[in-house]
């Protein structure tokens, strides 16, 4: 593995103002919790009745075949889609959608979704840092645009966060002259920076060369460690095993095994996990 | 060879040729930025959920596209008035005319042209901006519409210089712009090369000033962090080819 860049610490309440993730509530409480989704698109159902949750400072990793399903399932807990019926919650609270006069779900307008996302971060397997913004700008976007915050101390804020990812000196670079490795921790620091509840992550290190992949790694574990509550889609199986709490198996549209990782990898119930463990070994 | 320099000269700075001159660059500012209002219209309109907003949108491009700009000239100046008596009023100048018909053709171009811009963007910018909450009209100011100007700068400055062109044809419906001064002299006098090279001269310098402008603008669209300082315009000029 290659020399590592140093991770400082990532969740500061001085920092990013309201309290952390990990100190607030109860410790068994649900953070997010998906019930019953379903989705479809087309005739293609993609998702049929996908029910977890991840409990406060928990890390969920999710495995699972190509196709099965799993940045579908990201899309639909951070928002970005509406499902067809089932219900995405934060914090006990149902989010997204609205009852309408004949009891039915109905999806918010795009507004009102806007601001409910801001309580979700969300990491791509292709980063898509926004290329006209430089490092800096990447990460004070939310804080200016959607936090309302001034360019001062939005400016002060997302130096800290980019120092703390390793990433002081490249601030004023702009997402074409970093490496993979680099864009990607400029795009966790670009989601934490809002404070989120929760992190998602869709295969965040896939799109890596593989000596890459390490230091964006560090700075999910060092995440981990401090209590956010994650949900990454992964095919890193040493990530799972190291760092999950608990680790699901997705096929189909649907979740066929969850897990302390020691039962998943050890002794895994359903052959199908068994068979997608093979595979990936 | 009969060619009297001292008649180009003087036609080169008669009063004739600045009025004309200015009601060229008037022209082709005022067509272009209503064309360019039209066609960013036209564009979202064309990629709208709503059919029928799809339809009006593909149908105005269809139409528009068609039609030479010598004859929506011709039909807004002779046309419209006849079918819109409120037009026959001295108010309803050439300028105005020529500004309506031009706008017009311009805005089924820069249609196409915004859309391509439009779709080049990668769909992964608008879901990380989604995600990070930001509002769909921030979605669209500050981070699609930067991507999609960085694209549509060389298509539309193009379009820019034909329009310094095109304004000629505005001649025809007798407004006093460049070409129509050079012609007026030409005949009183018959001394086609001195008053025609004039004005070849002026439509040679403005086109020469807007090269300038478009390469200042397209300057403050290459996305690296070198572009603002450290290298020289060449080396940036450079840069910014390699990078399209
Ligand atoms: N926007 C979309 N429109 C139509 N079909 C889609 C769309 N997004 C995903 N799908 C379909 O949904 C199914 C699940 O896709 P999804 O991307 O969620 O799978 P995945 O588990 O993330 O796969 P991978 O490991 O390859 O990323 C696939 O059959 C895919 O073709
Ligand atoms: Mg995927």
Redesign the pocket.
Known sequence: MTQQPPVGHLLDEALLGEPVASTAGGADEFVLEAVGLHKR??H?E?LRGVTFGVQRGDVKAVL??????????LRCLALLEPVESGEVRLEGRRIGVREARDGRLVSLPERVLARERREIGMVF?RFNLFPHLTALGNVMIGLTEVRDRDRKEARTIAQSMLARVGLAERERFFPSELSGGQQQRVAIARALVMNPKVMLF??PTSALDPELVGEVLAVMEELAREGMTMVV?THEVGFAKRVADRVIM?DAGSIIEDAPPDEFFGNPRQERTRKFLEAVD | MEFDTSIFFEALTSPAYLEGVQITIALTVVAMVFGLILGLVVALLRGSANRVLRGIAWTYIWIFRALPSLLLLFLVWDGLPQLVPALKGDWFSAFIAASVALSINEGAYAAEIIRGGLLSVDEGQRLAARALGLSPTKVFSKVIAPQMIRVTIPPLSNDFVSMLKLTSLASVISLQELLARSHSAVSTTFKFAEYYAAAAVYYLVLVSVFMVVQAQIERRFVWMSQGSSGLSRVQRVRQFATIR
Do not use: A, L, R, W
């Open positions: 698109y087309g293609n993609v699972g075949p190509s196709g099965s399903g799993k940045s579908t399932m397997q869709d295969e889609v997705m």
